[in-house]
């Protein structure tokens, strides 16, 4: 069995890891780091729950190789919140009630994260279009999209 | 104190009907919260499971002794390793095949080993011999005489004589009262039509996923993502045939059910492999998986006829819903049957539903099981009745709709219900008047879920600091922990931050039904308020021992315990925190419990508005505004409320324009994924208003009904009667899809 | 299966070349891991290219741009002067999949996994994008877009070959381009249709040049002739639209599957043709 050698910086964390070659960075994250916070809910990049930062692009991490994170930074779920001080996103989606099984959520909040720092104002379409890769069976996406607008707002004004 | 008298319309509640933030809501937005397949166990093994390819085929022999060779596979199992002798065969089977696969997706065989390429390469060392058998999707066709028949045991139930032959109908289901034919006589107009409605998933995002851990005496433990844990004990034991005291399961957090997790498919699995390997085996299905082998809805076809007079009285309806359920019975034929005519009071009334069996994956509860497939021809037939006699389908519906006292169509009398509450706001609400765009339309629909009740066992623990251990035994798929929680500080006098509920684990409680039937709030609601109350008793107890007067001498009030009145004597009142931090000295630990078969579930009832913009060249529906009224009984935890008739709707727009299962001439599933199984995606929904209507439910301390359910009956036919205004043509079959709605509107020309 | 991340064309090409068994090309891995995920392909190798700096780039060149075969549709979109020239390519591929997606999906991945349904392709032949292709041995030649995919899964590159980028050319003035699919669901959808369109006009309005292009109603991506016919030498009027339309159902040969029916697929050709025609004669100043 070929394993490769990684080292990469995941949550600011510098880290090494063995993989095989055919296990996506999402395996790893979840069965080699401990990392569960990133959710397989399809495997083929159609529902978003396993949503990473990959060198500041968001991306699936179902569909990347654990092997090319080599040097790379990733960002998870679990780095989003400062300490015990929750992200605004991640207060704001319990305010507003925008979560159900929760799921979704971790891919979600990430994918948000994404939006707000490359468009701090978006409009309730880009919203939408930009979450259209996020799958959510609960909440019909209504109160996600509120608490997204919100958020935008709150960190405009402040 | 526990038969306090109920009077819900004239309560006043201090948390109760508040939206604090979720118990389990910091673990769910920072990636803690474990789910089904986030647990892990030392020396675990990965589970997979083999799945048949075909349709139906006779299984001659299995081969599984290259795979048991291979280096690293640590167990191999088959049907012989389960309990042949179990209660219930037809799980017994739709976990693992037996003489024959049934359907696409049947599992076969299943390996542990040491790693996924393991395992999986083990699975291809598996030799089927399989003899490939005619097969049956189509609920007509499997309906026709010569139809290939799944199994030779199955007699039609429900018709006599008995039939002398096997056939693919398990069932026949008729319900109603009155003289039909009689009424059809009387009516100025009748509409009479057929509809198909295609098999829908309720596509949780999480997949099925077990850790199995079963010690070599058979004892052990399950962790799952499931609606039922005690459902999984039981059922684990039963088909691996242990006893139930051995096996502890805890429900992991679960993301989502919808219905589709009341049921085991790899739990037992799971447990097989474990014991067989001596380890624990973590077993996950992949969404391909998930859509081939877990439990979609029933497909149905069927015919409406409804007649009225031209003052809009109907004065006869007949239903006849043939639902495809899978490879074993137990579609929901009649629970489909008694709610399709559940809506309105009528004098004569036949409703007959059949249970089919098919070479699909057994079809599993989705959200009032049975009820959106009869809604949706229901009130598409109901809706073009009331264009035929030139009145407002919602005063029609008004004038026909069900009321307390009046017969319903399956049979008992109605009790308080909020159909026409629900009517009245719908009349009332600006989205019924606002005006609509070119190629726009608007289509109304009502809808019922009867709710349940069932077993429930509740257990309050007093913490000595005060505040208030909550253990109940339903998981909570939709924040259900903060309902209780509410419910528990109500009841106590407390603040909702006092309360902390889990969901306990199988040991740890008496049995719990599964979640479903939006029984929930209500019964572990009920639950709960009956555990807070005996708590209450003794919390009293122990203030009478303070005080050393009489029990009886003691109420409880605010949080507090006071003296009944002045002949009780003078003290000042203790609080909840008071009497628990002189626990030890009183008599010890303080908890409540309460264990119920919950009676007194109250059906509700819903009205959609919907608009929906079709493109005529194109056939593509786009809905473009939604509006959501349901009576809740009381709503306990507001936004939750709102969150479920979203989620409903939701749904319901799914089912209605692209979802469906897509099988092949070959008998294949062609869509088993996200990509082609459409669920809705941000970008398709509009904001979904909702109105809560709250029409108290006698049964419950609070009002409490269920809410979870009727949010998703009405949509199917509310679209397709929005559609069908924007069209100008009728559809009749779901989903509507482009190239369906397209041949409408090029056939209508 | 091993994994290779080379840094440089050459290398890459040497490995694939060098491989006795199955290889195959990583870009953005979109399909690629879809693929070994569902043991559709169980390559013996992988070579990713994003270790390549030089594929990372977009380039001016000849007045259009050379946009290297590991570009994002994240990157791409987010570079002025391709998306302000080619706006329908641009579009057609931002249209791959989700946000996420989007992060790593690359047009040249798009061409080389030889989906007929493929969002990118209608629009870069619409174009008159052409490839350059690095073979072994430092051969190197140029290729029309449109050869690149034969069938579905099959490509006409060689043993050994990989595309390192694809090229626009300088876009004639008062030109415009506009792609559009035809999908159930508003986002995340494979193409039931898609349609690309490129025309020019002269200084009076009148259409001097075309291609329309149709994805997933064939094998391969079609370029319509009679369709543009219908443009040339017109205002690309009602009239013509309807004759483009009707060129273009016509010229369809799909197939019955999941996502539509043949008839229906025929009848939105047009529709998506149309659309599209009118957005191109928008952008072209018409």
């Known amino acids: 069995m070929h394993q490769v050698h990684v080292s990469t910086k995941i949550n600011g964390d510098e880290i090494e890891y063995l993989c095989e070659t055919d296990e996506t960075l999402l395996d790893v994250l979840r069965d080699k780091l401990g990392l569960t916070g990133a959710k397989e809910g399809c495997g083929s990049g159609d529902c978003g729950a396993c949503s990473v930062m990959l060198d500041g692009r968001l991306v699936c991490s179902c569909l990347v190789l654990g092997a090319e994170a080599q040097d790379r930074e990733v960002e998870t779920i679990e780095g989003m919140a400062d300490g015990e001080n929750l992200h605004p996103l991640q207060s704001k989606f319990l305010e507003h009630a925008a979560l159900q099984c929760g799921i979704c959520t971790p891919g979600v909040l990430i994918a948000t994260k994404a939006l707000l720092e490359k468009n701090p104002d978006p409009t309730e379409t880009e919203v939408r279009y930009w979450l259209a890769g996020n799958l959510c069976r609960c909440t019909g996406y209504d109160k996600i999209i509120r608490a997204v607008m919100d958020t935008a707002a709150d960190m405009r004004g402040a | 104190m526990l038969d306090k008298p109920n009077k819900p319309e004239k309560q006043k509640f201090n948390v109760v009907g508040t939206s604090p933030l979720r118990p389990d809501g910091v673990d769910k937005v920072t990636g803690r919260a474990r789910f089904g397949a986030d647990m892990v166990a030392p020396g675990m093994l990965v589970g997979k499971i083999l799945r048949s390819p075909h349709a139906h085929a006779r299984i001659r022999s299995i081969d599984v002794s290259k795979a048991e060779a291979l280096s690293g596979v640590k167990a191999v199992v088959t049907k012989d390793d389960f309990n042949a002798d179990a209660e219930d065969q037809d799980v017994l089977y739709n976990i693992m095949a037996r003489e024959k696969a049934l359907y696409d997706g049947h599992a076969v065989a299943a390996v542990a080993a040491i790693s996924q390429s393991v395992a999986r390469r083990a699975l291809a060392l598996i030799e089927v011999d399989y003899e490939v058998?005619?097969?049956?999707?189509?609920?007509?066709?499997?309906?026709?005489?010569?139809?290939?028949?799944?199994?030779?045991?199955?007699?039609?139930?429900?018709?006599?004589?008995?039939?002398?032959?096997?056939?693919?109908?398990?069932?026949?289901?008729?319900?109603?009262?009155?003289?039909?034919?009689?009424?059809?006589?009387?009516?100025?107009?009748?509409?009479?039509?057929?509809?198909?409605?295609?098999?829908?998933?309720?596509?949780?995002?999480?997949?099925?996923?077990?850790?199995?851990?079963?010690?070599?005496?058979?004892?052990?433990?399950?962790?799952?993502?499931?609606?039922?844990?005690?459902?999984?004990?039981?059922?684990?034991?039963?088909?691996?045939?242990?006893?139930?005291?051995?096996?502890?399961?805890?429900?992991?957090?679960?993301?989502?059910?919808?219905?589709?997790?009341?049921?085991?498919?790899?739990?037992?699995?799971?447990?097989?492999?474990?014991?067989?390997?001596?380890?624990?085996?973590?077993?996950?299905?992949?969404?391909?998986?998930?859509?081939?082998?877990?439990?979609?809805?029933?497909?149905?076809s069927s015919r409406i006829k409804i007649g009225a007079k031209k003052d809009g009285t109907i004065t006869a309806a007949e239903s006849e819903l043939n639902y495809q359920g899978g490879a074993f019975a137990g579609a929901p034929a009649d629970l489909g049957a008694m709610c399709s005519f559940a809506c309105y009071v009528l004098k004569n009334v036949r409703t007959i539903g059949y249970d089919v069996v098919t070479n699909r994956p057994k079809q599993a509860a989705y959200r009032a099981p049975g009820a959106p497939m009869a809604a949706f021809s229901v009130e598409s037939v109901v809706e073009e009745l009331a264009g035929k006699i030139g009145m407002d389908p919602i005063e029609f519906r008004i004038k026909n709709a069900a009321r307390e006292g009046e017969k319903s169509s399956y049979g008992p009398k109605f009790r308080q219900v909020g159909l026409v509450e629900t009517l009245e706001e719908a009349k009332a609400h600006p989205h019924y008047s606002a005006p609509l765009g070119p190629n726009q339309g608007r289509g109304v629909s009502c809808g019922f879920w009867f709710n349940f009740g069932g077993q429930t066992s509740t257990s309050l623990s007093i913490n000595i600091d005060g505040t208030v251990a909550l253990a109940v035994g339903t998981p909570d798929i939709g924040g259900s922990r903060a309902s209780m929680c509410l419910m528990a500080a109500e009841e106590l006098g407390i603040g909702y931050e006092q309360v902390r509920a889990i969901i306990a684990d199988t040991s740890s409680l008496g049995y719990n039904d599964v979640t479903d039937g939006s029984r929930v709030t209500f019964a572990s609601g009920k639950a709960t308020i009956m555990a807070a109350r005996d708590s209450i008793g003794k919390l009293c107890e122990r203030a009478a021992k303070m005080w050393d007067i009489s029990p009886d001498a003691v109420v409880w009030e605010e949080g507090h315990a006071k003296p009944a009145g002045a002949n009780a004597g003078e003290f000042e009142p203790l609080s909840l925190a008071e009497i628990a931090a002189s626990a030890e000295s009183t008599g010890g630990p303080i908890a409540g419990h309460h264990e119920v078969n919950a009676s007194g579930a109250g059906t509700s009832f819903a009205t959609h508005i919907v608009d929906s913009e079709v493109d005529p060249e194109t056939g593509r529906v786009q809905v473009t505004r939604y509006t959501v009224i349901q009576d809740a009984g009381k709503a306990v935890h507001p936004a939750y409320v709102e969150g479920q008739f979203q989620g409903g709707a939701a749904q319901g727009i799914g089912w209605a324009i692209n979802e469906e299962y897509i099988y092949g001439e070959d008998g294949r599933l062609q869509n088993a994924g996200f990509l082609d199984y459409r669920i809705p995606v941000a970008s398709d929904l509009p904001m979904i208003d909702t109105k809560i209507v709250e029409v108290p439910n006698l049964g419950h301390p609070y009002g409490v009904r269920g809410v979870g359910e009727t949010s998703i009956v009405p949509p199917l036919a509310a679209i397709a009667n929005s559609v069908s205004a924007a069209a100008g043509v009728r559809l009749t079959e779901l989903p509507m899809s482009p190239p369906r709605v397209l041949k409408a509107i090029d056939e209508n020309k | 299966m091993r994994y290779e991340a080379p840094e440089s064309v050459t290398a890459a090409v040497a490995l694939l070349a060098g491989e006795a068994g199955t290889a195959r090309v990583l870009a953005g891995g979109t399909d690629l891991l879809v693929q070994l995920r569902a043991g559709f392909v169980e390559p013996d190798l992988i070579v990713d290219l994003k270790r390549i700096e030089a594929l990372h780039e977009i380039v001016e060149e000849d007045g259009g741009y050379r946009i290297g075969a590991v570009v994002s549709g994240a990157e791409l979109e987010e570079h002025a002067g391709v998306s302000a020239m080619w706006p329908g390519v641009v579009e057609a591929v931002n249209l791959i999949g989700s946000t996420q997606v989007q992060g790593r999906a690359t047009m040249v991945g798009n061409l080389c996994n030889a989906s007929p349904a493929a969002d990118a392709v209608p629009a870069m032949v619409a174009a008159s994008a052409t490839v350059r292709i690095s073979g072994p041995n430092g051969r190197r030649r140029d290729a029309d877009v449109g050869d690149i995919a034969t069938g579905p899964g099959k490509t006409s590159l060689e043993n050994g070959e990989i595309v390192e980028s694809v090229f626009l050319p300088a876009k004639p003035k008062h030109s415009g381009d506009a792609y559009l699919r035809f999908i159930p669901r508003t986002e995340m959808d494979i193409a039931v249709v898609g349609a690309g369109v490129s025309l020019t006009l002269d200084d009076d309005g009148i259409c001097t040049d075309a291609r329309v292009t149709l994805g997933a109603v064939a094998v391969k991506v079609l370029l319509v002739e009679e369709a543009a016919a219908a443009l040339i030498g017109t205002k690309v009027d009602a009239a013509a639209l309807e004759k483009l339309a009707a060129a273009a159902s016509a010229a369809a040969k799909p197939i019955d599957d999941k996502r539509g029916t043949k008839e229906f697929r025929k009848k939105i050709s047009g529709v998506m043709a149309r659309r599209a025609a009118q957005i191109a004669l928008k952008r072209a100043g018409g």
């Open chain 2, 133 to 300: 058998l005619p097969h049956v999707t189509d609920v007509d066709e499997a309906m026709k005489p010569d139809a290939p028949v799944l199994h030779d045991h199955i007699f039609t139930e429900g018709v006599e004589p008995k039939p002398t032959k096997p056939s693919n109908i398990a069932q026949r289901y008729e319900f109603g009262h009155g003289d039909v034919e009689e009424g059809f006589s009387e009516a100025d107009v009748i509409v009479e039509r057929n509809f198909k409605t295609a098999a829908t998933h309720q596509g949780y995002i999480e997949p099925h996923a077990c850790l199995a851990n079963i010690a070599n005496d058979g004892s052990g433990e399950l962790w799952c993502c499931t609606q039922g844990h005690y459902m999984v004990r039981n059922t684990c034991a039963s088909l691996l045939g242990i006893d139930v005291s051995r096996l502890r399961v805890t429900a992991s957090e679960i993301g989502g059910g919808f219905g589709g997790k009341t049921t085991v498919f790899i739990e037992p699995v799971a447990a097989a492999l474990s014991r067989k390997a001596g380890r624990p085996v973590k077993v996950v299905m992949s969404r391909n998986e998930v859509f081939r082998a877990s439990g979609p809805t029933s497909s149905t």
